[in-house]
């Protein structure tokens, strides 16, 4: 074989690694601005989102109405809900990263949860019909997984200003804010750790299906 013949193969192979690049290079830059990928890698969550789901996270969805009261977030729960360090070492890490990025595994550090308590909230539970209260008024919460009580764990909380009181929906398979009540925050998370909103569960294909904003879950305006 002549060199004719090798440099167009050359040439070829080329301009498909700078492909792939730049597909990687504009992939990254989108996720990293505007929407992400994220495996939903635990029950915590349903009934709305199963074990292996992937879903779209808008990083924009809060930017033009701020975070309230029933939201959906996923969030770096480095600091409150996890630790700052892994403990696993740089190579773990980057290959756990690398996987996470590409929504074939969980992550350890970044969590989905719901909204229960804003800046200025007073959260308790339960009261004496054992329901969930915020300022006083019963919360209504529709989303709670079929036959889980609003919690089992008693609390009493006032959410302090920057910081959010978050709880999964399948109250009794679901590690959040409640456990952490005598750790450093208490259990609330900073609300520059929210990441984004779900917006979209893209797989399993049987599941694909848009997650509109929920109606906020504002007791003052629930009639109770």
């Known amino acids: 074989m002549d060199t004719t013949e090798r440099q167009p193969r050359k040439q070829g192979w080329r301009f498909v690694v700078l492909a792939l690049v730049l597909a990687v290079a504009i992939s990254g830059l989108v996720r990293s601005l505007w929407i992400d990928v994220y495996y939903i890698p635990s029950e915590s969550m349903e009934p709305l ?74 959260v308790q539970c339960c009261d004496a019909s054992g329901a969930l209260t915020v300022n006083g008024q019963v919360l209504a919460e529709p989303y709670v997984y079929p036959g889980d009580e609003p919690s089992k764990q008693k609390f009493d909380v006032v959410v302090p200003a920057g910081r959010l009181w978050l709880m999964g929906d399948h109250r009794s398979r679901s590690a959040d804010s409640r456990g952490l009540l005598g750790a450093p925050g208490g259990g609330m998370v900073p609300m520059d750790r929210v990441i984004g909103r779900p917006v979209q569960i893209i797989w399993p294909l049987d599941r694909f299906a848009e997650m509109p904003r929920p109606a906020q879950a504002d007791p003052s305006k629930n009639g109770q």
């Open 49 to 122: 989102l199963e074990t292996g789901d992937r879903i779209l996270v808008s990083r924009t969805a809060f930017s033009s109405a701020p975070i309230a009261r029933g939201d959906v977030v996923v969030f770096d729960g480095r600091g409150s809900f996890a630790p700052l360090s892994s403990g696993k070492g740089p190579l773990v890490d980057a290959v756990d990263a690398a996987g996470q990025w590409f929504g074939l595994t969980g992550s350890d550090t970044t969590y989905v949860k719901r909204v229960i308590g804003v800046p200025g909230d007073h």
